[in-house]
Structure formats: structure tokens, C-alpha cells
């Protein structure tokens, strides 16, 4: 058996208290009873335990101290545990949902396995009972999820369904339509539709919460020189302003001009971030180039260097 | 069928007065007979767990319910599982049982 300092985690002269803390703390963690199922739990716990009786007792520790005893023999016996009563059915004695008397009661059909055993239960009952809810799945643009949308899905029945995809939409949220799922029985409701929105990615826009992103290439003299540019947005192209001495990497806002307001939420803002491009430099620049004499060098690489 | 003295007895460090505010608390449930308590086994060992919660964990009596709360459900959801493995075993074809443990095998985590 390993010794006990190790299995509790303290140097060999800890004080008494040390180790009391020590094993409480490895006690609070590996309880069997807290970690039902758990055999390491169990494992670690008969180790803790063991090892605690040896040296929460002065006498039994300063024996081993001495070597006038080994380690061995000293787990604990297993003794009765709350968790072989509370896993039998005499732990329905305590259960938050069942009866005692056993059987599965309506709570224990509740939320987890009601659509798994849903389905037999309704048939057994004469009572009104409301249909299932029926899933579909239903993909759409980037643009008809930022604006909203109204698409029509053919169900496998062969009815179809107007889906209104509300502005914002965004990719894995499901709309539920009400009463347009599996009928009633006995007079029951009907169930919900739930549709799970897929939304394709866009080639240009990036979604950020209620904010679009975008990469906005722009020509060298318009990052220098500055001057409008035609901006696309999720709500059609916009006129914006590039300011002079603009660079790659710039970000500059549109606000309002992202995902449109909805469920109370504002209207987000659009960042183009520019990306200079030279396009097939002619003579003339290259001319330019080879004579220039910057006044201020700068070392775009600087960051790099710092970092490695 | 086992006494209020029998439970004191049996396990070390419990008081009367703690046995009888756990009972007054409902945290534990022995049936009441005309001759006091008679407690079951399950009752005796949650008794002991208790204690030793109180005691050697020291989670104090103020924060014990939010702990047995818990402690029930998860027992309560054990036996659900196990009842429903049970009933697998006995309704569900074995060829469906492969396909369900390939499928549970296949679930990311």
C-alpha cells in the first residue's frame, strides 16, 4: 500500500491539522457516496481513508513514523453505504419524483424520456393529449437570415409550410410554429413545428452578434489619397468615405448599417477593415518606387522580431 | 425493524438531538410506529452520510438540503437508468441493443 503521507498529499511533519484539512478535502472530493458508479472515487477513497486513520491518530502515526507498522491493513472494512440502499428500490424512500411503491411514475416519464416513450403512452390513454412536436430543418442565405425572409418548405406529407425566417436569424435557431405538427389525440391540441435554421456562410460578410464584418479591398491611391468608395451591405450598397493616409488593417464603422434591429435589439454596425490592393503595378510606379526615398522608414516586421 | 437507540448506538458521533432535528427536517424518513421510530437500513446509512457530511466535509446544516436535494435527484436519476437498462435488456432485441451502444459510443463528448 502506498504510503499514507503521499496518498494524502502532505511532507512528513505536517501538523495534525494539515492533515485533517488534507483529508477532508480528499474526502469532500471522492466520497463514494457523492460519486456513485465511480470506482476510482471508491478506489481513492478506501487510500484516503485508510491512510487517515494512521496518521489522525498521534499514537498509530508515530508508530509507522517508527516502523513499528506498515501501512497494510489499514483500509477501512467496506461497510453498509448509503448509495447500495439509495441505487436499490428501497432508495425510492427518498426519491424527489416517484412513489415508493415503485414503477415508473408520470414524473419519471417527465421531460427526459416523454419523447422516447411519448408515442406508447399516448395510444394507452383515452385522454385528450397534444400532438408531437415535428422537426425539420430549413437552410438559408446569409442575407435572407440578416433580413428576413419568407420561404416555403414541402413537408415529406406533401403540405407546405410559409416559413417566415424573422430578421436576424441566426445560424441553429429554431422557430417554432404552433399548432402546424402532428395533430391531437382525443381532441387534443396539435403539436409545433420546429424548424432549425441552417444559415450558409457568406463570401463577404461575417457575422459578429448584431455587427457584420467585412474585408473591403481598396486601391493604393484611395488608402492614401483617401475618398468614397461603394460599400456592399447586408441592406444594399452604401457610399463611405476612406479617409487619407488610411492602411490595410484600417477599420472604419458604418453605424447602423449591420444586422437591422430586432426582438429589441439595435440595429448593429458594419466594420470594413481595408485591404490595400496593388493590382499589376505598371512602369510608372515602379518608377516611382525606385527613386523614393521614404522620410519616415518604417519596419512593418518590427512585431514579428519583438515576438520570436 | 431498528430502534432511535439502536441508530445512536450504532454510529459514533451522533447525538439524539441531531437524529431528531434531522427527522423533524424530514432529511430522514424512518416510519413511525406506536412503540417510536423504527428506522430501515437505508435510513441508518443516510444518518451516517449525513453526519459525515456535516462532520468531516463541514458543509453546515444551513447548506445540507441543497446537498441531499441534489443527492436524491442523482439517485433518483441512477435507478432511472438502471431500470431502463433492465427494461432493454429484457424488451429490446439484442441486434437494436448493438446499434444503440455504437450509437452512444459514437456521441462526441
Known amino acids: 500500500m502506498a504510503d499514507p503521507y503521499t496518498t494524502l498529499g502532505v511532507p512528513r511533519d505536517a501538523s495534525q491539522d494539515a492533515i485533517r484539512d488534507a483529508y477532508r478535502k480528499l474526502a469532500k472530493r471522492h466520497h463514494p457516496d457523492l460519486n456513485p458508479g465511480n470506482a476510482k472515487a471508491e478506489e481513492t477513497f478506501k487510500a484516503v481513508s485508510g491512510a487517515n486513520s494512521i496518521l489522525s491518530d498521534p499514537e498509530k502515526r508515530g508508530k509507522f513514523d517508527r516502523g513499528e507498522i506498515d501501512a497494510s491493513g489499514q483500509e477501512q472494512a467496506p461497510r453498509g453505504s448509503y448509495r447500495d440502499h439509495a441505487e436499490g428500490g428501497s432508495g425510492r424512500r427518498y426519491s424527489r419524483t416517484g412513489s415508493e411503491s415503485g414503477g415508473w411514475s408520470d414524473a419519471e416519464f417527465g421531460d427526459i424520456f416523454n419523447s422516447v416513450f411519448g408515442e406508447r403512452r399516448q395510444t394507452d390513454d383515452a385522454r385528450p393529449s397534444p400532438g408531437r412536436d415535428e422537426h425539420y430543418a430549413l437552410s438559408t442565405s446569409f442575407l435572407d437570415a440578416v433580413n428576413g425572409a419568407t420561404r416555403r418548405l414541402t413537408l415529406p406529407d406533401g403540405r407546405t409550410l410559409d416559413v417566415k425566417i424573422p430578421p436576424g436569424t441566426t445560424d441553429g435557431q429554431v422557430l417554432r410554429l404552433r399548432g402546424l405538427g402532428g395533430p391531437g389525440r382525443n381532441g387534443g391540441p396539435a403539436g409545433d413545428a420546429l424548424i432549425e435554421v441552417h444559415v450558409a456562410e457568406h463570401r463577404h460578410f461575417h457575422r459578429d452578434g448584431q455587427d457584420i464584418r467585412l474585408s473591403l479591398p481598396v486601391t493604393l491611391s484611395e488608402a492614401v489619397i483617401g475618398g468614397n468608395v461603394e460599400v456592399p451591405t447586408p441592406g444594399g450598397p452604401v457610399s463611405m468615405r476612406v479617409p487619407p493616409h488610411a492602411d490595410s488593417g484600417t477599420e472604419l464603422r458604418l453605424r447602423g448599417r449591420g ?34 526615398k ?11 522580431r519583438e515576438q520570436s | 425493524m431498528i430502534g432511535i437507540d439502536v441508530v445512536i448506538a450504532e454510529i459514533s458521533g451522533l447525538t439524539r438531538q441531531d437524529l431528531e432535528r434531522w427527522i423533524s427536517k424530514a432529511w430522514v424518513r424512518p416510519d413511525e410506529s406506536a412503540g417510536g421510530y423504527a428506522f ?68 462526441p463528448r
Open chain 1, 259 to 292: 444586422v437591422p434591429a430586432h426582438d429589441g435589439l439595435a440595429a448593429g454596425d458594419l466594420y470594413a477593415k481595408l485591404n490595400v490592393r496593388l493590382g499589376a503595378p505598371d512602369e510608372a510606379l515602379e518608377e516611382f518606387l525606385r527613386n523614393w
Open chain 1, 294 to 304: 521614404p522620410k519616415t522608414p518604417i519596419d512593418p516586421r518590427q512585431d514579428m
Open chain 2, 40 to 107: 430501515r437500513e437505508i435510513d441508518v446509512a443516510r444518518a451516517r452520510l449525513i453526519l459525515e457530511m456535516r462532520d468531516e466535509m463541514e458543509i453546515n446544516e444551513d447548506a445540507l438540503p441543497v446537498v441531499l436535494l441534489l443527492l436524491d435527484q442523482l439517485y433518483d436519476l441512477r435507478r432511472q437508468m438502471r431500470d431502463l437498462n433492465n427494461a432493454f435488456m429484457q424488451v429490446v432485441p439484442r441486434d437494436v441493443r448493438h446499434d444503440l451502444a455504437a450509437h452512444l459510443a459514437a456521441l
